[in-house]
């Protein structure tokens, strides 16, 4: 799924990228709640890409004036979340959920600015009038918590960049607005970023 350097051979890149679909597809766990209450309609003939991510290697230079604190690019369209370290020496490429909807999509420049550990989910007022049956809260390290065992919180409030145990959200439409990766590869991203690390939802 991810590369050290960016100039390496792609076989590396392209070996993770189908790990992590594999990953991807292996059976979810039973929960009683994961924090959405749909996904976008199934692979069939006619909606070839109802579960992708789009691995294609990105210059941070396209979208960031420099990557002091790290940078973090999060594109919409391809599912994948991109990170440089502020040295460039590392890269990653990760699958990740995106919102349902473009109503509950948000785009443009942020920051991180908190990390926690085993976050606990608080609903907010939209979701509980969309969902009145969902919880207004659950205890960070449960199985049932949608935001998985790590956390980074940004600078616009309620939107993270979060794990999850529902491995069936990634590659596809199914969050409320937030970005959702595997929870080992939000525990990577965790370790690598920082308070102020730069983030573009693209």
């Keep these: ?15 993770g990228a189908a790990a992590g679909l ?9 929960e009683t709640f994961t924090g959405s209450t749909e996904f976008e309609t199934p692979t069939t003939p006619n909606n070839p890409r109802a ?19 790290g940078a973090i690019l999060c594109d919409l369209t391809s599912r994948a979340l991109h990170y440089w370290s502020e040295d460039q020496s590392i890269y990653k490429l990760y699958p990740t959920s995106v919102p349902l909807n473009e109503d509950l999509t948000k785009r443009g420049a942020t920051s991180v600015i908190e990390k926690v550990v085993n976050p606990r989910w608080v609903a ?15 205890e960070g390290g449960s199985p049932d918590n949608p935001l998985g065992v790590r956390a980074l919180y940004l600078g616009w ?19 409320n607005g937030c970005v959702g990766l595997y929870n080992e590869h939000i525990v990577e991203l965790f370790d690598l970023a920082k308070v102020g690390t730069q983030v573009l939802f693209l």
Excluded: Q
């Excluded at 590369?3 to 392209?14: A, I, W, Y």
């Design 1 to 15: 799924m991810s590369d050290e350097l960016p100039h390496k051979s792609s076989r590396r890149l392209f070996l």
């Design 22 to 30: 594999m990953a991807g597809a292996l059976p979810a766990r039973a």
């Design 51 to 69: 579960n992708i991510s789009s691995f294609v290697m990105r210059d941070w230079r396209d979208f960031f004036a420099n990557t002091k604190n």
């Design 124 to 138: 907010t007022a939209s979701m509980l009038k969309r969902n009145p049956d969902w919880p207004k809260s659950i």
């Design 157 to 175: 409030p309620t939107y993270r960049i979060h794990g999850t145990h529902d491995t069936r959200k990634i590659g596809r439409r199914s969050s």
